[in-house]
């Protein structure tokens, strides 16, 4: 890569879809400021070319084949804890934006909005602040805290949305039969969900997975 002014801004974009990179790559190359020093079509690759290009800015998704986004946010930041990381994605669900904040990313842009606001994004990232579009922190602002589901509620209610019974999902995680019902009716209080397919509906939408 050859060599930039200090005024640069050096961004590696990573996201499993070619088109979407280039899509991306489109809008920043508007700012003669913006360098894409990397692409990484994997959350494995993220790391691999983070450690190698150190970028001042990574762009990452969240859905990635292998290593997903958050476990690779969490892994640049095991590299580098001031790295700093915009997740670029098509999902609003709070549990996501709260997963995404908590391994340690900056900023937080939903796709459909980064024509417009991806270099704004980046330049209050690159200055050191968080970046939340209204509509994002609204999302973080308005979810209740003890609200969250622990990895084996998340675990149980995926079972749970594969048609798996209760005595099915019971074998499959090694747990008694009772434990899954102590679990949906945790998760069911937690969500404020009417029943079984209500509590799927409402994590699905909250983005606790995609599908």
């Not at 973080?140 to 048609?163: F, K, N």
């Not at 008694?176 to 397919?197: P, Q, V």
């Amino acid at each position: 890569m050859s060599d930039h002014s200090e005024a640069s801004i050096r961004v590696m974009i990573a996201d499993d879809h070619p088109l979407l990179r280039s899509g991306i790559s489109a809008v920043l190359a508007r700012d003669a400021r913006i360098h894409v020093v990397a692409e990484a079509e994997n959350g494995d690759m993220a790391v691999e070319l983070f450690q190698r290009h150190r970028p001042d800015i990574t762009l990452m998704d969240l859905q990635m084949p292998g290593r997903c986004g958050i476990k690779a946010i969490e892994a640049i930041r095991a590299i580098d804890g001031r790295a700093r990381i915009i997740i670029l994605t098509t999902f609003s669900g709070d549990a996501q934006i709260m997963r995404a904040l908590h391994a340690g990313a900056s900023g937080y842009l939903l796709k459909n909005m980064a024509r417009t606001g991806l270099i704004e994004c980046i330049d209050s990232v690159h200055g050191g602040a968080q970046f939340l579009p209204v509509e994002v922190a609204r999302a973080v602002v308005y979810q209740p805290p003890a609200d969250t589901l622990s990895a084996r509620e998340i675990e149980v209610l995926r079972l749970v949305a594969h048609g798996y019974s209760n005595q099915r999902a019971a074998q499959q995680l090694g747990l008694k039969e009772d434990t899954i019902k102590a679990h949906m009716k945790t998760i069911s209080s937690k969500l404020g969900a009417r029943d079984r397919t209500h509590a799927v509906t409402i994590a699905l939408k909250r983005g606790y997975w995609e599908v």
